[in-house]
């Protein structure tokens, strides 16, 4: 962790200069209670709005919420009007990369290989304030990818307002079989992996290390995907119990990335509590999945920006075979009773644009405010955060966004928002 440290301050250093004082502009702190009144608050968990509603927020809490006529608000305070809006919880992305940016402007192997540290660090300083605009108030980042341990002093440097962002659960590195994941380069190089290796003998030891230079959650690669030879798992199932095994004898949770059929039985046999991609699932593991209560996140969107880097323009042409198989999984999912939860795979296409996430799950077959509810109380569920926050109850943080429009009648008003809050503080108004 030494070792890490000079680039961690230096950087944090290098952002506190780029975005200036660590006040964070629109904070509430010593500000009278806000009074929010928009034209109806989608709570995060019923259907339908509620029409009418209002919302007090004092501090950082949401202090009340109900009908206007039977919610008082002290006479102090201020009263933010939100004619022809709706009120609902701050949007959380379960699956990022603050460190990628997109793979139609450098390839994923120059990004690993090429870019300059501080460049990444200042990437994601300006990805997180893109994502936090956009209403998505909590993420989870689920690996630098050859960026360190980067994700843990940009999570310091949020919680310290020296640059604005959301609410971040970091992984670090992530793991991955020996020999499996890492840019292509001759045999005999030597170069940053994009993750870290681990195997039977030293699984305990690197998940243990990861978690104590400061994930929230362990990630871990089930399979992999190389030109010419498809998917394949890479972790045996007794590899993955022991991570998991180790990973919960300190509290953590975690999360695998899984295409292939047989890295997401897996991964589900061996307790995992989120499955990332899900693309090669079929209805006898998606029923193992929600039998275990283990939560699919999608990355819908990611599937798509890759098709069009590949040429693919939606509504022209044919839909490409990967879409398909997609569109196919997600269906098999929903129908077995999985439990999805939004996460856009946001850093393979531009940060800020992870409405698409909800756009393409309604598209493929989920109800609107189901799909809101996959980005709100059941993703705040499944990133054990539902006692803090995903949906507009009195007690909870105020993580509250505005937009433009019903999203429970149509998806794309996501696109619209009027006012962002995080725990009470107004980054956008």
């Known amino acids: 962790m030494k070792a890490m440290e000079p680039r961690i301050g230096f950087a944090l250093l290098l952002l506190a200069a780029i975005f200036g004082s660590p006040a964070a502009p629109g904070a ?49 305070a201020r009263v933010i009007e939100l004619r022809g809006q709706t009120l609902l919880p701050g949007l959380i992305d379960a699956h990022t990369h603050l460190f990628l940016h997109p793979y139609s402007e450098t390839s994923w192997d120059d990004q690993v290989l090429k870019e300059p540290y501080a460049v990444r660090v200042c990437r994601a300083a300006n990805h997180a304030r893109k994502t936090l605009l956009a209403g998505f108030t909590t993420i989870r980042d689920l690996g630098t990818e050859g960026a360190g341990y980067g994700d843990v002093g940009m ?53 243990r290390d990861q978690i104590g230079r400061g994930a929230d959650w362990v990630k871990v690669y089930a399979d992999a995907w190389s030109p010419g030879k498809g998917g394949r ?32 039985r897996r991964a589900a046999e061996a307790g995992v509590e989120t499955i990332e991609h899900g693309d090669g699932g079929d209805a006898e ?8 209560g283990i939560a699919l996140c999608p990355t819908l969107a990611a599937a798509e920006a890759m098709a069009r880097y590949g040429g693919y323009t939606p509504g022209a042409g044919p839909e490409p075979e990967s879409l398909k198989s997609k569109r196919a999984a997600f269906e098999a999912a929903l129908a077995a009773g999985v439990t999805i939860v939004c996460g856009s795979d946001a850093g393979v296409f531009a940060h800020g644009d992870q409405a698409r996430e909800l756009e393409l799950m309604v598209d493929y077959g989920q109800p609107p405010a189901a799909a809101l509810r996959s980005a709100t109380s059941a993703a705040a569920k499944a990133l054990h955060l539902d006692a803090r926050l995903g949906s507009v109850k009195p007690g909870l943080l105020a993580d509250l966004i505005a937009v433009e429009g019903d999203p429970t009648k149509d998806i794309g008003a996501l696109r619209k928002v009027r006012l962002v809050l995080k725990s009470g503080q107004i980054p956008r108004e």
Do not use: C
Request: proline share 11%; net charge negative.
């Open 285 to 292: 593991v998606f029923r193992l999945m929600a039998k275990k």
């Open 28 to 76: 509430l702190g010593g500000e009278p209670p806000l009074l929010l009144k928009p034209d109806r608050v989608f709570d995060g968990v019923s259907d339908r709005p509620h029409e009418g509603w209002v919302v007090l927020v004092e501090g950082n809490l949401i202090a009340r919420a109900g009908p206007a006529a039977e919610t008082a608000a002290p006479p102090e």
């Open 155 to 207: 999570r310091q440097a949020i919680e310290e307002k020296i640059v604005p962002g959301p609410r971040l659960l970091v992984v670090t590195r992530a793991i991955v079989a020996t020999g499996s994941y890492g840019p292509k380069i001759a045999p005999e190089g030597n170069v940053p992996l994009g993750a870290e290796e681990a195997d039977l003998a030293t699984i305990p030891r690197v998940v």
């Open 233 to 264: 798992p890479t972790f045996s199932e007794e590899e993955l119990k022991l991570l998991v095994a180790t990973a919960r004898a300190s509290g953590y949770p975690v999360a695998a990335h899984a295409m292939t059929r047989e890295g997401l």
